[in-house]
């Protein structure tokens, strides 16, 4: 096994892969077609048969049944199941696909570019996701992994990763940036603090159904009005024209990145249709989902204002995902805000900010591991003397390239909360309500204790704690949502009506929730971490698992 890992941006259109070379650069690593990115697309040829990338995508006109795209929208989702010649399958295992052929791939070329040995492998790798990501989807990020047959070392933020990416390759920034991440199903907006190679996130915003897709859709429902204005037949009704129209959209729309017309030809079923799409015709079509993206960083830019972070100080604006190439994003940004924004390499950026990321965070564990067996000290002593003092921090950064395997740059990341966390609790009026314990945009590690609650009926026996997740800032919310996790407290015996019980939630820099509760006449007591209630059953991790075991992805 090898001793490299890789960064991996699983992402909603596109997905990329990248490592760190011999001379601790980021270089993103091509796939079987020679290129650095490869399409978010899977089709289930057979049973024991996946096609994933370029074909898949061809396959979207031609056999939409076996065919899945923008299957990221789904990960963690209520409902994540999607149907392809015949068989249902979890959004993860989907993701897992992709995922296994992206990394084939990437080993692929390490071999042919003598980086790797031919009998060598990479398991390890870290996965970006949207900032704007919660427990759900994050930790169904991680099931795709495990059952791509992958060691998940962690999952980073997108934005993180870019900041990564454009902040530590100098090594030397002391700046405030924004990131403004348009991909191709998620939005996302992000202002960090970039200190040398420390980046703290001050606070994220977005929209996680917000991407290129809504303006590729926008698109669509214009030729749609138009073939019907012209031809006086509905090309919606008609499978295969919309499968090509999705196609054909997403190539008008990269060709007005770069040209102010293009001309747009549509088969359909009462013949064919043609017209001459201006960019400006385009940005009219797309003018609200711009605004869209506006409002949301009006918001984020508000709250960064309330942190001390006012747009005055904001140094740059960094443009990363695919869609925001569009030239409407950086004549926005300029014309609102008075800033002109970086494209800092908007397709690449995240797969190397991870793989900057996951290789700071192996070498340096790498390091302690020798420290430790230097000292006689476990590795766990060596971390908690590190945090007090930084003496190995400071020592591992005098480090050269070949003697830490990254050329000793410790990545320190500092992340904020992307969604509020409740509990349900039955207020004085009778109804049950959320109450809220952290919010979002609290720095990370969080935690909350309230003491204010009590058991509710005489001789109560047990209580449940079902915890809620959104983006309200409120202190108590009406309960419109389902929650993400139901934990049971059984109490040692039966306690009177309105005994205490003292509640703390806390969640740490990897995102995991810790939840300690306590009622105060015979001190039940619960301790546990974070379980998810909306993931794939056992069974349904057997079923998929056997499923990886036995298809060939291609």
């Known amino acids: 096994m090898s001793s490299k890992v890789l960064g991996i941006d699983l992402g909603t259109t596109y997905s990329c892969v990248a490592y760190i070379d011999q001379y601790g650069k980021a270089v993103v690593l091509k796939n079987s077609d020679g290129d650095h990115t490869t399409p978010s697309v899977v089709m289930v040829e057979s049973e024991g048969s996946t096609i994933v990338g370029t074909e898949a995508k061809r396959s979207i006109e031609l056999e939409p049944d076996k065919t899945v795209q923008f299957i990221k929208r789904k990960m963690g989702k209520d409902d994540d199941t999607v149907e392809l010649n015949g068989t249902t399958y979890h959004a993860p295992e989907i993701s ?74 100098g090594n030397d920034k002391n700046e405030t940036v924004l990131v403004y991440d348009l991909g191709g199903g998620t939005f996302d907006i992000t202002v960090m603090d970039i200190n040398k190679s420390n980046v703290k996130v001050v606070c994220t915003g977005g929209d996680d159904h917000l991407g290129g897709k809504d303006w590729d859709e926008a698109l669509i429902n214009y030729v749609i009005e138009r073939y019907e204005e012209e031809n006086g037949e509905d090309l919606s009704e008609d499978p295969e024209a919309i499968a090509a129209l999705y196609v054909d959209v997403e190539t008008w729309k990269k060709s007005l990145t770069n040209r102010t017309k293009t001309n747009m030809s549509v088969k359909g079923p009462a013949g064919p249709f043609r017209e001459e799409l201006t960019r400006e015709k385009y940005e009219e079509i797309t003018h609200d989902l711009l605004n869209r993206t506006k409002n949301l960083l009006d918001d984020v830019i508000a709250t960064a204002e309330k942190q001390g972070y006012p747009i005055s100080k904001i140094d740059k604006v960094l443009l990363v995902g695919g869609s925001s190439k569009m030239p409407q994003v950086a004549a926005m940004i300029e014309r609102d805000y008075g800033v002109t924004p970086v494209l800092a390499d908007p397709d690449e950026a995240v797969a190397k ?177 974070f379980q998810l209630s909306n993931q794939m059953s056992d069974e349904d991790m057997i079923v998929a698992t056997d499923r990886m075991s036995k298809i060939s992805v291609e």
């Open 96 to 169: 897992a696909m992709i995922l296994r052929k992206i990394v084939k791939d990437a080993v692929d070329d390490l071999r042919q570019i003598g980086e790797l040995a031919d009998g060598e492998d990479i398991k390890d790798v870290v996965i970006t996701c949207p900032a704007y990501f919660g427990m759900n989807e994050k930790q169904a990020t991680i099931t795709a992994g495990k059952l791509a047959g992958l060691n998940v070392l962690n999952i980073i933020q997108e934005p993180s990763a870019a900041a990564i990416s454009y902040g530590v390759s």
């Open 353 to 529: 900010g991870a793989a900057i990321y996951a290789s700071s965070e192996k070498a340096f564990d790498k390091f302690l591991q020798e420290k430790a067996q230097e000292t006689g000290k476990s590795v766990e002593e060596i971390k908690a003397e590190n945090l007090k003092t930084q003496e190995f921090d400071k020592e591992f950064a005098n480090l050269s390239v070949v003697d830490s395997g990254f050329g000793g740059v410790k990545i320190n990341v500092q992340n904020v909360l992307s969604r509020t966390y409740g509990i349900a609790i039955l207020c004085d009026d009778g109804n049950v309500r959320i109450a809220n314990f952290l919010y979002i945009n609290k720095p990370l590690p969080a935690t909350e204790t309230k003491t204010e609650y009590g058991t509710s009926v005489p001789n109560q026996k047990s209580l449940s704690l079902k915890i809620y997740e959104s983006r309200s800032t409120d202190k108590v919310m009406d309960i419109d949502r389902e929650p993400i996790t139901v934990i049971p407290m059984k109490f040692n015996q039966e306690v009177r009506l309105g005994t205490q019980v003292i509640i703390t939630l806390s969640i740490d820099n990897a995102g995991l929730m810790h939840i300690v509760a306590e009622e105060q006449q015979y001190h039940s007591k619960l301790d546990t971490t």
